[in-house]
């Protein structure tokens, strides 16, 4: 889905900081993970395409729905 505002596609929407700031942990020898507070499986959906965060380094303090 494009962004209405920017015309580009939203997972392009990116805080270039925060890229350059995981590119530099992973060059010293760290694994990057995300923690969200909400749902993990929608952060999932484009955490590698958008940030190169693998699906099992996204993790979620959300309750697991049974």
């Not at 962004?3 to 596609?9: A, E, I, L, N, T």
């Not at 805080?15 to 694994?31: A, K, N, Q, S, V």
């Amino acid at each position: 889905m494009r962004d209405p505002r920017f015309g580009v596609p939203r997972v392009e929407l990116v805080y270039r900081p925060m890229l350059e700031l995981l590119d530099l942990l992973r060059g010293h020898g760290f694994r990057v993970f995300v923690c969200s507070g909400g749902g993990r499986d929608f952060m999932r959906v484009f955490a590698e395409e958008t940030w190169g965060i693998l699906k099992e380094d996204i993790i979620s303090s959300a309750a697991a729905h049974t």
